[in-house]
């Protein structure tokens, strides 16, 4: 091919995901809004019968979440990015075409069911891993298909060397094929006894088994959804946005290898004064301490990629929300580390905390990183200029305002909750009864409810400004090298 | 070498397994068949106390509450006795659960009796008045999954060797040795609740998922 002579990528699958990231975004956190407001109001449980209560909804909000937003956010940017690093267009490949509608599409079909079971309370109660075996069937073929598209792609590219976003991608896939196949083995029932639901199933674990694979799965899909799939973006976008290149390709490889090899271990976190073995525990424990250094590796390395450029984080708020994501993946990686100290977990393991730890990696580095994926695709996707650059800024100081009403009141909570369960009295009895240590913390729900809202506040302005610049951007004629052009 | 991987996409793809893989196999498998071990005094759940713990699984409940009470004196004055490993034999899956909202329940069959269950569970705030737990109004009106259940523990016991109808353990036989069964574990529940609607079904020979729940939650001790 001559040099002259530019690929047309063809992006109607990256589209096609691009529209799911928003809709299950939309879904998921309003539904997460909804059960923080329930926590700290919980007549609001009755608005829709046995279909509205805190725990029906809440595997609704997880999944939507991690495999709605999340999962679709992951897949947009790989049917944008696979084709430009590996210099190779979809649409010259019918099957790979093929092959990536049907993801779409079997991943809709899948989404629906999953909303409509969970919702009737079909559910096998594993963390992140709720859904019955004839789901599990489908989300593996979902998986499998992503697989043929990733591999498919690699084996008809120009581009000799895998870039480093790609290696984050298959390693999302293999991790995640693994993981999930394991944890989720289980014997229907009906096939071996004929009777009862034909849906129903038994895990193939029991107990403390149970428990270890769950975590092992639990955690590592946080690893492997939450962290690698969100790297793969911010190492693509963040050098195209600013015209920066990487700082540092030994870094890169460091910390690559380095999360592989030490972030499998950390499940073992979720585990701590529980009857798993003490060697598990510890193991566990010392390992998730490791896993700052090549975290804060990726970390480093991307915001060094700015360096003598931070003037951008002035003029582009997409650049803000990267930055401002690779913070929150500093921050939530050291604080991870904090919680799996035996001491610390003792005091935090089943409080608040955790939620707001969760939730400062999730709003603060997925959700910005995602969020700004889409505002640099979109241009170039739909060969628009963005519609808003002055929403952009508020949406970001919006949202930043409710991460940190999130986890800041999510850390008091939680480290209330803990002081007053071991609190005792000079004799050694206890202090508090357990409801008082729920009426203690219940202005804290309402301060994480607020910061809750705020951030979903944000990701209406954000669907916004994509829907205006769709509809009704500025017309580009030819793509922008980097810094997304933006309408004042 | 990295170069060479970099651009050996199936090499590349190996190495990564791998290096991922290696964690769960030294992680997760060596202690796996002495986890598995049940205590000498732990029985397998009866077919009524296995659909309550569907109903539990189904609406989540290890959403908010905990089976597991760590070592501390804290937990053990507030709990009860912490847990140990094989307590939990039979729990296909486990319901240990992440996140205290509300108490935890491992030993709650031996402080609350059904009476207290029945009203906590169709109005929470009658008997701790600043809960923020759902009502379950609907457990009251729904029929237990009896079949299903049975299923599961037939299951458990040809699959897994579930020790099942041996000697001092949980009877199961056939499935209408094992309705009969559940019917009298069933009519001793309904004898301690007061809802007249609950009472009224079980004559007509329903068994309401409150009945299996409470039979289930007075089993954890």
Known sequence: ?488 | MFSFLEKNPFFFAVAVFVVIAYAGVIEVLPDFANNARPLDSKKPYSVLQLAGRQVYINESCNACHSQLIRPFKSETDRYGMYSVSGEFAYDRPFLWGSKRTGPDLARVGDYRTADWHENHMFEPTSVVPTSIMPAYKHMFKKTADIETAYASALTSKKVFNVPYDKEGQTKLGTYEEAQAEVKAEAAAIVEQMKDPEVKAAFERGEIKEIVALIAYLNSLK
């Open chain 1, 1 to 488: 091919m001559h040099p002259s002579n530019a690929l047309n990528y063809d992006y109607t699958v990256a589209r096609y995901f691009m529209f799911s990231t928003i809709l299950f975004g939309i879904v998921g956190m309003a539904i997460g809004t909804l059960i923080a407001f329930q926590m700290a109001y919980p007549d609001l449980n009755y608005l829709a019968g046995e279909y509205g209560t805190f725990s029906r909804l809440r595997p609704l909000h997880t999944s939507g979440v991690i495999f709605g937003f999340m999962l679709s956010g992951i897949w947009a940017t790989w049917y944008y990015i696979g084709q430009r690093v590996l210099k190779v267009s979809m649409a010259e490949s019918k099957f790979l075409m093929v092959v990536g509608k049907l993801h779409f599409w079997l991943y809709m079909l899948l989404m629906v069911i999953a909303v409509i079971t969970l919702f009737a309370g079909v559910s096998t109660s594993k963390e992140y891993a709720e859904l019955e075996w004839p789901l599990d069937i489908l989300v593996v073929l979902v998986w499998v298909l992503w697989g043929v598209s990733i591999f498919g792609l690699i084996g008809i590219r120009r581009e000799k060397t895998l870039y480093i976003s790609l290696w984050y991608y298959i390693a999302t896939f293999l991790g995640i094929a693994m993981l999930y196949l394991f944890n989720n083995m289980a014997v229907p029932t009906y096939f071996v006894t004929g009777l009862g639901n034909w849906w129903h199933s038994i895990s193939m674990y029991a107990g403390t088994n149970d428990a270890l694979v769950q975590w092992w799965y639990g955690h590592n899909a946080v690893a492997f959804v939450f962290t690698v799939g969100i790297i793969a973006q911010i190492y693509y976008f963040l050098p195209k946005e600013s015209g920066q290149p990487i700082f540092s390709y030994k870094l890169s490889l460091f910390s690559f290898w380095g999360l592989m090899f030490v972030y499998l271990w950390a499940g073992g976190h979720h585990l701590i004064y529980s009857t798993v073995p003490d060697w598990m525990q510890t193991m566990g424990s010392v390992f998730s301490v490791v896993l700052i250094l090549p975290s804060w590796g990726s970390a480093i390395n991307i915001l060094l990629t700015m360096k003598g450029e931070w003037e951008q984080l002035r003029e582009s708020p997409l650049i803000k929300f990267m930055i401002l994501a690779s913070t929150f993946y500093m921050f939530s990686t050291l604080e991870g580390p904090i919680l799996s100290i035996k001491s610390v977990n003792a005091l935090a393991h089943f409080t608040d905390w955790i939620p707001g730890h969760v939730h400062d990696g999730t709003l603060g580095w997925v959700g910005f990183m995602t969020m700004a994926a889409l505002y640099h695709m979109t241009p170039r996707v739909f060969k628009r200029e963005l519609y808003s650059k002055s929403l952009m800024e508020m949406q970001f100081w919006i949202q930043t305002t409710g991460i940190v009403l999130y986890f800041a009141s999510m850390w008091i909570a939680g480290i209330t909750q803990g002081m007053m369960w071991r609190a005792a009295d000079e004799y050694g009895n206890l202090l508090y009864t357990f409801i008082d240590t729920v009426d203690a913390i219940i202005p804290y729900y309402w301060i994480r409810a607020v910061g809750g809202l705020l951030y979903l506040v944000g990701f209406f302005m954000f669907t916004y400004n994509i829907y205006k610049s769709i509809v009704a951007g500025k017309t580009l004629e030819k793509e922008p090298a980097n810094a997304s052009p933006m309408a004042a």
